[in-house]
């Protein structure tokens, strides 16, 4: 067990006994097989899993007055992640601090902490604050390796022609596709659902039905959402009037 020995020296003790305490043979066979950690082969490990697992999810670039600007990164991997010196070269600057993200975690690099906790609250996890602003007309941010690597990492890019409500309409940019690296396409954006955007979550699925109702004028009307991953809760948006909506249960009637 490799997690017994310690850095310096080590006493490795054995016992030996015989079957037959009549004879005067003792015959005792050992081998100890050591082996130095390489630290090139850790730090490939780690770089391959910033490459693979690492993303931007989310950007706030201009936010109502008064609120902070942000963005959101994701973590899509299944073990720990640790982003200590990665630095963002392009767009904005920062550096990671000693900062270990969770299998699935979302984190938010911001332009003022106090600003954003009073707006969002202390649940989303912040990263840092970074040096710099979001440029209202079009940016790109850009990512790399800490040293020695110092590669690029990913680059993600913006503009405001894309969705004129995400410029100042309380709407963020979201990446349509998590698993892509980084783009600067318009077709990989959208703009968010949620006003003032879910830093540190996901946005809830859209849900189509190929599914039409008809209903006789003043007739009773249930039309419940059925899903194969049962969510914990519901919304609804654009509900016409006269109808209810059960936000527990994903149930339309009125």
């Known amino acids: 067990d490799s997690t017994k020995l310690r850095t310096g020296r080590n006493v490795i003790a054995a016992s030996v006994h015989q079957d037959d305490n009549s004879s005067s043979d ?3 066979a050992a081998r100890l ?14 770089t391959d899993a910033l ?14 007055a ?4 942000w963005f959101e990164l994701s973590h899509l991997g299944d073990t720990p992640l640790d982003l200590e010196g990665v630095y963002f ?11 270990i993200m969770a299998p699935g975690e979302r984190a938010i690099v911001v332009s003022d902490e106090a600003a954003f906790r009073k707006q969002y609250g202390e649940t989303p996890r912040i990263a840092g604050v970074f040096d710099g602003r979001l440029d209202n007309d079009g940016e790109t941010l850009a990512a790399r390796l800490p040293s020695p690597n110092d590669q690029q990492l990913l680059v993600v890019g913006y503009d405001p022609g894309w969705y004129p409500e995400t410029n100042g309409g309380r709407r963020t940019l979201v990446m349509r596709h998590e698993a892509r690296t980084g783009s600067s396409l318009r077709e990989d954006w959208r703009a968010g659902d949620v006003l ?12 189509f039905s190929q599914y039409t109702t008809r209903v006789i004028l003043e007739d009773p009307l249930v039309y419940q959402i059925d899903a194969l991953n049962m969510p914990g809760s519901f919304e609804v948006t654009g509900l016409p009037k006269g109808l209810t909506f059960d936000d527990s249960a994903g149930i339309i009637s009125g």
């Not at 082996?35 to 490990?45: L, T």
């Not at 950007?59 to 109502?64: G, L, R």
């Not at 070269?89 to 900062?99: C, E, I, K, R, Y």
Request: aromatic share 8%; no cysteine.
């Open 26 to 28: 003792v015959v005792f």
């Open 33 to 46: 097989i050591a082996m130095k950690p390489d630290p090139q082969a850790s730090m490939r490990a780690r």
């Open 51 to 64: 490459l693979t697992q690492l993303r931007v999810t989310e950007i706030m670039y201009h936010p109502s």
């Open 66 to 69: 008064g609120n902070a600007e």
């Open 89 to 99: 070269s392009a767009g904005v600057s920062f550096t990671f601090p000693s900062f």
């Open 196 to 207: 003032d955007g879910t830093p540190g979550r996901s946005e809830a699925p859209l849900i």
